[in-house]
């Protein structure tokens, strides 16, 4: 929701731009950590979903981890100030530099994907002379029930170990001397907002904890990843239901006494709290169809093209419904649209838009296809301070 002063400063701002609603993100942020402290759960913010360092800034003051995909991330999350004994390091395709990096910065864990990494891990921490801690991550094959392009747990998705390898990869752990298995690591999916998911992973997690230690290993670590969706329908409704997320690991995960849970949220943390800002380029009205074509595209916000996923579109400078448009950005591209038969105010050139809940893998998928200005920030304290 935007008041009329921050409509009166963004009038006067080159457009596009992301704005960060900082006070919304302190809020959602102090919600989360007060239902996870509740049930003395450890939250890794899922630094992939965005990696501002205004919004890094809030998230490490909170407390939470990093969950980092890349050695990019492990180094931006040490730069920005996590602690390096709550970064942990995930992704099926980890390079030697990268894990080597990972090595020398002594981050807390890797979340192993294949049998292989298992190995390279060991050879590497060998040379060093070190021991990497390692959690096997796991692949479940339990359905998320979201969008396919974001499902990650089924047989034929590319992430984690097979079940019938964990035997594998039991004997991996037992010969190698320079891993030191801390727990096991689970992600099903993203956008989930069907959270009895949630239940049949805890299943799966309770029977290969079992697994682990019935062959004598200790599971000190079970992450269960991320995924809580957030309601893109309604970006004014903005903070997520944490304590019933929460709630449902509580109840249904078995928790030894020497055990932690671990997440990985990333979405539900940071999506609802920024906007793309846009201007209208032109409106262009046809016998079948009406369209607004706005100064940004794709490049700034590329899930409606690559998910056809649902951003809610407002007009900030005129009121009432009246017209349906199809919101497109100025990208050689047809997949390049915001919405289409989006019932809008009737539109006129120079017209604010706001594209709603583009916090969470907004700005970290910009391009520069088309050889576009790369994309600029705008947060609340920048219109406080005006
Ligand atoms: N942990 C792992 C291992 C992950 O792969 C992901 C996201 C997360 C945690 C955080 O998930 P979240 O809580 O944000 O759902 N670009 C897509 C989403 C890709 C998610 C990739 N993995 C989108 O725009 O919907």
Redesign the pocket.
């Known amino acids: 929701m935007f008041s009329d002063k921050d409509i009166a400063h963004f009038s006067n701002l080159e457009t596009p731009f992301y704005y960060y609603d900082l006070n919304l993100l302190r809020d959602t942020l102090k919600t989360c950590s007060d239902a996870a402290n509740t049930y003395h759960f450890h939250v890794h913010y ?1 630094m ?2 965005n990696f501002n360092d205004k919004v890094l800034a809030k998230i490490k003051e909170t407390g939470f981890g990093a ?1 980092c ?1 890349s050695g990019g991330e492990v180094r931006k999350a040490i730069e920005s100030g996590f602690a390096k004994n709550k970064v942990v390091f ?1 992704g099926v395709g980890k390079s030697d530099k990268e894990i080597n990096y990972a090595l020398d910065q002594d981050i807390f864990c890797f ?1 192993v994907e294949s049998l292989q990494e298992l190995q390279v891990i060991n050879d590497l921490a060998g040379k060093k002379q070190k021991i990497a801690k390692v959690a096997i ?1 796991i692949n479940p094959n339990v359905d998320a029930h979201t ?1 396919a ?2 499902t ?1 747990g089924l047989d034929e998705n590319k ?1 984690g170990i097979n079940s019938w390898d964990m035997p594998a990869a039991a004997d991996i752990l037992n010969a190698s001397a320079h891993l030191e298995f801390v727990g096991i ?1 689970f ?1 099903i ?4 907002t069907n959270l009895d998911v949630y239940k049949n992973l805890c299943v799966r997690v309770n029977e290969f904890a079992a697994w682990f230690e019935d062959k004598g290993f200790t599971v000190k670590i079970l992450n269960v ?5 957030i309601d893109y329908h309604q970006p004014n409704a903005q903070i997520p239901d944490f304590e019933a997320y929460f709630r449902i690991f509580s109840d249904f995960l078995d928790i030894k006494p020497h055990q932690e849970v671990h997440f ?5 943390l940071v999506g609802q709290s920024s906007s793309l800002i846009s201007r209208v380029l032109y409106v262009k009205n046809g016998k079948k169809k009406n369209f607004i074509v706005l100064d940004a595209g794709m490049t700034e916000l590329m ?1 409606p093209a ?2 056809q ?1 649902y951003h809610q579109i407002e007009n900030l400078s005129q009121k009432s419904n009246a017209v349906k448009y199809d919101v497109v950005g100025p990208i050689c591209e047809s997949t390049d649209c915001f919405g289409k038969e989006v019932a809008l105010p009737e539109t006129f050139r120079n017209d604010l838009i706001a594209i709603r809940s583009t916090g ?2 907004g700005e970290v ?1 910009a391009s520069n296809y088309n050889l576009r200005d790369a994309i600029v920030t705008v947060t609340s304290d920048d219109v406080a301070s005006s």
């Open positions: 899922a992939k979903a969950d995909v995930a979340n991550r969008h392009n974001i990650t992430f690591h992600h999916g993203s956008q989930i990843g991320g995924g809580l969706g990985e949220l990333g979405r539900a899930r690559l998910y996923a969470a893998y998928m």
